[in-house]
């Protein structure tokens, strides 16, 4: 045991900090990270443990004590990934994907049952969702296959065949848990990265086409429930204590916060458990009740930050993987975002899509680190020399 736990040990110091040509030292990498990005990170997490104190009816347990534990972890996990060199990601990308296909079948076969779907894997010490982690994974190995290819090949159809491939197989895995909501982000990343790699118009414009044309056969194959949820998402009011109560009671909240608030710990909707699933889906409900429109536009602004910089960072990025990559993780973040303000707000259907840093959740969590210490890791080493493209 011990023989196999010193192996595993050199081949991760290989993998990972043997020095590469050109590697930069680890206190120069320090120096490079931009710290107020962090601390915005870090802020957002601290305010996602205010909300879920309160939503815990002022008390750490069950949710606001965990997350702040599993956000001092994954923040180490976060530095960690930033300080590995750039190259090592554009090398492991197809064995983190096929890792992470793996666990995606392992749901299928031992997967927990939770609420009607089948998405989680138990570890003991975290519900593991495998289909989190495959937005990062789809992110990385497309980014890395664009990278490869030819720019003048990218414009035709042929060139679309295993990136098509690579998207469908998840996308059809994580329809069978059934998660309309991650597939339909899954499909959404891998479409802008291949537009921004160089599609060409027309089959740009053809697939927009197919997919719209597709949109009366998708409602077909949906669920009963997936159907109920755009019916009411269209009038909530027509079933207000059943399928249309998780809106209008979010409304309620948000309405009855005003511009400054109800104040801390004063939630009404939340405390007296009118608010559903408050400490994931709606957790921005219960921090807009209790600190108002004022409240919600800050959180929005720090949020607008984030998503800035990984746009900035895609824009100063020196080779294609780099740029694809940081753009792929920021529309990540934007979705997330959307989705679940758009949700609480009653603008989009409830898909069950959580609030980055602040909803309560360890696997999604677990993937906007992961997310973030990518970007911190491209914008530190945005000067050094990838493979060239076509060599990838």
């Known amino acids: 045991m011990i023989k196999a736990i010193a192996n595993l040990y050199e081949v991760a110091r290989d993998r990972f900090w043997t020095p590469l040509p050109d590697s930069l030292a680890i206190p120069e990498k320090m120096q490079r990270l931009p710290w107020p990005v962090i601390g915005i990170i870090t802020l957002l997490a601290l305010i996602g443990v205010m909300a879920l104190f ?202 009855s916060g005003g511009v400054f608030g109800k104040g801390y710990l004063d939630g009404t909707q939340s405390h007296l458990n009118f608010l559903p699933e408050m400490q994931t889906d709606f957790i921005f409900t219960v921090f807009g009740e209790e600190f108002g429109m004022f409240g919600a536009a800050l959180v929005l602004i720090l949020y607008a930050l984030l998503i800035a910089y990984g746009y900035l960072v895609a824009f100063n990025a020196q080779s294609q993987y780099s740029r694809l990559l940081a753009v792929g993780l920021s529309t990540n973040l934007f979705l997330y975002l959307f989705i679940n303000v758009g949700m609480v707000m009653g603008l989009l259907p409830v898909v069950g899509v959580p609030l980055p840093l602040l909803s309560y959740g360890g696997t999604s969590l677990l993937a906007v680190m992961i997310g973030f210490g990518l970007l911190l890791n491209l914008d530190i080493h945005r000067e050094i020399r990838l493979p060239l493209r076509g060599t990838g």
Not at 122 to 132: A, K
């Open 54 to 255: 309160s939503a815990g009816g002022g008390s750490f347990q069950p949710w606001a004590g965990a997350h702040l534990l599993r956000f001092c972890v994954f923040f180490g996990l976060m530095l960690f990934l930033a300080l590995v060199d750039i190259r090592r990601w554009l090398h492991m990308a197809p064995l983190l994907y096929g890792g992470c296909l793996v666990l995606l079948v392992a749901v299928e076969i031992v997967g927990s049952i939770g609420m009607g779907a089948q998405r989680w894997l138990d570890l003991g010490f975290i519900q593991l969702q495998p289909s989190e982690l495959m937005k990062i994974c789809l992110l990385l190995i497309l980014a890395r296959y664009y990278h490869g290819v030819d720019a003048e090949s990218i414009r035709g159809w042929r060139s679309l065949v295993v990136p098509v491939l690579l998207t469908v197989i998840p996308v059809a895995l994580i329809l069978r848990q059934p998660n309309l909501g991650t597939a339909s982000i899954l499909l959404f990343l891998a479409g802008t990265l291949t537009v921004l790699a160089g599609l060409r118009l027309s089959v740009i414009i053809a697939g927009i086409s197919a997919l719209l044309a597709a949109i009366p056969v998708l409602w077909h194959f949906m669920h009963d429930y997936q159907k109920q949820r755009v019916l009411t998402f269209l009038e909530p009011e027509t079933d207000p204590l059943g399928s249309g109560y998780h809106i209008i009671q979010s409304k309620i909240a948000l309405g």
